[in-house]
């Protein structure tokens, strides 16, 4: 992870669901042989990291317990590790998952409660010694979406990820395996989200850490373009917003579409002049 840190094109995670119920691709790889087969097709299209996940935090998804989460992504992540050294991260609240997530071979802890979840979570992710990724999220999965409210969503954001950015030094996280990011779609009107967007480069500056932007698929693109529309027509807003991301300080972009996302931002970098 160290380009995080460092100039040139943003590292690009490709999106690895091993849950039934996901917004997008819920039960398409709930097989541990379809997920590792897609898998390799991510790391063919030029994914330069897997994030894995066995618990959907859709709008309104129900909690997993741990033992069913693990028995989703364990397989799958030591299979990938087997076949290839790409970085993998593991999308989990929960200490447990993420440790068993490691020992079978993850490199990287992505939390989208920001190490709030459990007690345990700072200490835990201190003794893991890996990279962690902290999320904004108001509420939870199942109720975030109600009736989301701020009174200043880029400075509420921006106090809330530098506070559990210190909680994860305080318990012994070192500064730079830390990355942040302003959930896109984690308890946020579509206003809110384009606010945030729009101040990518001053929440990078009010925290002091390496940005993830994840804005892939999501239900703000449809609402700008056609609530009526297919919901899974979202590639054009997706490849939009990750270049938006990228040209304003994003270092890491969490997309399901990897091919088109790395092809989008190749072409970016050479008109703009970076390659």
Not at 33 to 56: F, K, N
Not at 67 to 79: F, G, H, L, M, N
Not at 81 to 101: E, F, N
Not at 119 to 148: D, F, I, N, W, Y
Request: hydrophobic share 45%.
């Amino acid at each position: 992870m160290r380009r995080v840190h460092g100039g040139g094109a943003p590292l690009v995670m490709g999106v690895l669901n091993v849950t039934p119920d996901s917004f997008s691709d819920g039960g398409r790889f709930v097989r541990a042989a379809d997920a590792v087969a897609h898998a390799r097709t991510l790391i063919d299209d030029g994914a330069d990291v897997l994030d894995v996940g066995g618990e959907s935090t859709r709008p309104g998804a129900e909690a997993v317990a741990a033992d069913v989460e693990i028995a989703r992504v364990r397989p799958v992540i030591e299979a990938v590790r087997a076949a290839s050294d790409v970085p993998i991260s593991v999308d989990t609240m929960k200490p447990s998952v993420a440790c068993a997530a490691i020992d079978a071979g993850a490199d990287i802890w992505n939390d989208v409660s920001a190490l709030r979840h459990d007690p345990e979570s700072p200490r835990v992710a201190s003794t893991l010694g890996c990279p962690v990724v902290l999320t904004h999220m108001q509420g939870l999965p199942k109720t975030m979406q109600a009736q989301p409210r701020y009174d200043d969503v880029v400075v509420e954001v921006g106090r809330f990820l530098k506070a559990r950015a210190d909680v994860a030094r305080a318990a012994g996280v070192a500064r730079d395996a830390i990355l942040v990011d302003p959930g896109v779609g984690f308890g946020k009107t579509l206003d809110h989200n384009l606010e945030l967007m729009r101040a990518l480069p001053a929440l990078a500056k009010a925290v002091g850490k390496p940005l993830l932007f994840g804005a892939s698929r999501k239900r703000f693109i449809q609402a700008i373009d056609d609530p009526a529309r297919d919901e899974t027509d979202r590639l054009g807003g997706s490849l939009a917003a990750a270049l938006w991301a990228a040209a304003h300080g994003a270092r890491v972009l969490r997309v399901h579409d990897v091919r088109e996302t790395v092809q989008a931002l190749a072409v970016w970098r050479r008109i703009d002049g970076r390659e």
